[in-house]
């Protein structure tokens, strides 16, 4: 069993506030890590694209996600030592994540129809979709109507173009239609979540009165490393996969709202090799940053009467 030195866990196990409603953090450290596996576990609904997002991707949506200050130093609030101002290792210019207490943002869509956000120019271009140049620019007026930044706008339809392009055998077009539904009105919810070291996530379904069936959980981080996420079953059944940054997770239906998932707290994982299956790593966790992306119900836009 090797130790992956590539993947420094740049700060120490320390305590946040993780806000989500239906999602606190993990408390304890778990000691005894179970073998994750990195293959799609066999859970209905649940389909796992460990390098859907490229490098370039990748890349481009932290760079533009540090750009708009999320996790940036606020004086007040900066309870952590001067010490933690290292490299993320997460890319160039990811200045604003060193040295922030904070770790969670929530963007909010408008009600918007389906297609204004994640359609507009899905099916003239290839690639990366990243061309912003273009004088026509879907993106910017999709940015413009939806309230959302320009990245998240440009993830969406990225997002859109690659997994309407994957075999409908991989991942069957009903599931397809509801993530990105061609008709209808849609109020997309962001949630980033930054995780240091050896934080985790406790179990947890995400809320069925507020979000839609159909969930992308984005990973990113240092090349080669990731996070094991757990899913649990009522029955009992435990599935650990290990979650590489560039990858991406769809929960749907049975993995939606019959599994709770949540990320163990622990420094190390120890993951089952894909080459050779009788081979154990233990792979350091690193810093990562999840982008979950979420549909609406009808209505839970809306707070209070
Ligand atoms: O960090 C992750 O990948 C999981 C995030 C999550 O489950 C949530 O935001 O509800
Ligand atoms: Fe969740």
Redesign the pocket.
């Known amino acids: 069993m090797d130790v992956d030195d590539d993947c420094d866990s740049l700060f120490g196990s320390s305590g946040s506030d993780r806000g989500?409603a239906?999602?606190g953090q993990c408390g304890g450290v778990d000691e005894q890590p179970q073998v994750a596996s990195r293959q799609t576990p066999p859970i209905a609904g649940l389909f796992f694209f460990p390098a859907l997002l490229s490098r370039e991707v990748h890349d481009r949506v932290l760079a533009q996600v540090s750009d708009c200050g999320y996790f940036s130093l606020d004086a007040d609030e900066d309870e952590r030592g001067s010490d933690d101002t290292e490299t993320t290792g997460l890319g160039d210019g990811k200045d604003a994540y060193d040295r922030s207490p904070r770790n969670q943002a929530m963007l909010f869509a408008r009600l918007l129809p389906c297609n204004a956000v994640g359609q507009a120019d899905a099916d003239n271009k290839a690639g990366t979709g990243y061309d912003s140049a273009e004088a026509d620019d879907p993106a910017a007026d999709a940015q413009a109507c939806s309230g959302l930044p320009r990245w998240a706008v440009e993830l969406i339809q990225h997002l859109r173009q690659t997994l309407m392009a994957v075999a409908d055998d991989q991942l069957p077009l009903d599931v397809k239609q509801l993530v990105f539904p061609t008709s209808g009105m849609l109020s997309r919810q962001l949630?980033l979540?930054l995780?240091r070291g050896g934080e985790g996530?406790a179990s947890?379904v995400?809320l069925v009165n507020r979000f839609a069936d159909g969930i992308l959980?984005c990973?990113f981080g240092p090349s080669g490393c990731g996070t094991v996420?757990e899913l649990t079953h009522a029955s009992g059944k435990v599935h650990q996969l290990f979650?590489p940054s560039g990858s991406v997770?769809l929960l749907s239906r049975e993995a939606r709202y019959e599994w709770k998932?949540g990320?163990p707290a622990r420094s190390i994982d120890l993951v089952r090799s894909a080459d050779d299956p009788g081979h154990v790593e233990a792979i350091a966790r690193s810093i990562r940053l999840?982008i979950?992306i979420r549909s609406m119900l009808p209505g839970a836009d809306i707070v209070g009467e």
């Open positions: 989500d239906d999602a949630i979540n995780y996530l947890h995400d959980l990973s996420m979650l997770l998932h990320i999840s979950t």
